[in-house]
């Protein structure tokens, strides 16, 4: 019975070191909202050039904007580092295209990232890694996580291991699957815990926050992937809104068929691709072919969305409003 006992052990600890994301539910963060209940956030996306490609001029209209809105934090939807991500812990890149760049005193508060696929090109694990947090704690990435704030919960969700092409088509990029494979047990682990925090979240208001398009008019378009896997759970659970970059524009999606919107900011530095695809006029509320970013203010019964170009002029503003009780 001991040897047998000390098989199962041994069997479980390896299981531990194959499936490490297999063992556990979607690991869950506290922010605290402002002392009203409200809070304020910008949202930046595909940005980490150094500086260049104006990612410094959007940085600095992040940190007025930021300032204006009192922000709380913000939310990176990925592409921090380009082209291929950090080749570890001690990258300078870190600090050149990140900690160097947003030094706006507003934008000193926490960062909650998700990678993108130009960052599964690199080492993904060193942006996962507790040592980036030691170098600037504003630092906070995972691959799949969640952000309680009280009037909101944000669902951060690993998009890029969703995208047959990178596995299928890689060309000559190298992705770094670690702890991604086997991917169907990984991608099956993802929906399993998505939906189940949806399902169990009581926020008045549900973020989901991930790199890759569901709808997009942009240069990459829409994912059939996520169109297929994510979407149907978004829309089981009654998401409000879908936060992403991957394409490097700015734009508003609505759903006909229900309260959905659909958020793009990855505009954060290289932009102006100069094409887009036609979308439903009734869906299509904005789209900006350049750089800016995007800001959101929440209350328990009211949002706000703003977009911003590297000026500061508002290119699109849009709310939306709920019942402070809801009917059971």
Same mark, same amino acid.
């Given at each position: ?8 052990i ?11 994301a ?5 690991h ?7 002392t ?7 949202v930046v ?5 150094r ?7 959007v ?22 580092f +380009? ?11 870190f ?12 934008l000193?508060?926490?960062?909650y ?6 960052? +599964?090109?690199g ?16 630092w /906070? ?15 951060f ?12 088509t890689?060309k ?7 702890n991604?494979?086997p991917?169907?047990? +990984? ?7 998505l939906?189940?925090?949806l ?20 240069h990459?378009?829409?994912s059939?992937?996520?169109g ?24 508003? /999606?609505s ?22 695809n ?10 900006y ?13 009211q ?9 500061g ?15 059971m």
């Amino acid at each position: 019975m001991a040897s047998m006992k000390k098989l199962n052990i041994f069997n479980s600890f390896l299981l531990l070191l194959l499936f490490p994301a297999a063992m556990a539910e979607l690991h869950r963060l506290e922010h605290p909202v402002n002392t009203d209940g409200s809070i304020s956030f910008l949202v930046v996306g595909d940005w980490g050039r150094r500086g260049t490609f104006n990612q410094s001029q959007v940085a600095q209209q992040m940190g007025i904007i930021g300032e204006k809105l009192n922000i709380d934090f913000v939310v990176s939807t990925g592409d921090n580092f +380009y082209d291929d991500g950090l080749t570890g812990v001690d990258d300078p890149a870190f600090e050149e295209s990140f900690t160097n760049v947003y030094t706006a005193p507003s934008l000193q508060k926490k960062w909650y990232n998700v990678l993108g696929n130009h960052d +599964y090109r690199g080492d993904a694990l060193a942006q996962l890694s507790p040592i980036l947090k030691q170098k600037d704690n504003r630092w /906070i990435c995972m691959r799949s996580y969640i952000v309680n704030t009280d009037v909101a919960e944000f669902f951060f969700v690993d998009t890029t291991p969703f995208q047959d092409m990178y596995f299928t088509t890689p060309k000559d990029h190298t992705y770094d699957w670690r702890n991604v494979m086997p991917r169907k047990d +990984y991608l099956s682990l993802v929906l399993k815990d998505l939906d189940s925090a949806l399902r169990e979240s009581s926020a008045k208001w549900k973020i989901v926050v991930g790199h890759h398009t569901i709808k997009s008019a942009g240069h990459h378009g829409s994912s059939e992937e996520l169109g297929v896997h994510i979407l149907p759970i978004l829309q089981a659970n009654n998401v409000d809104f879908y936060l992403n970059g991957h394409d490097h524009c700015l734009e508003h /999606i609505s759903s006909s068929d229900s309260p959905l919107q659909f958020l793009t900011s990855g505009g954060g530095s290289k932009s102006w691709r100069g094409d887009m695809n036609w979308w439903n006029p009734k869906e299509m509320k904005f789209y900006y072919d350049g750089q800016g970013f995007m800001a959101m203010q929440i209350t328990q019964t009211q949002v706000w969305i703003q977009f911003f170009d590297i000026f500061g002029n508002i290119l699109h503003k849009w709310s939306a409003s709920k019942n402070l009780v809801s009917i059971m």
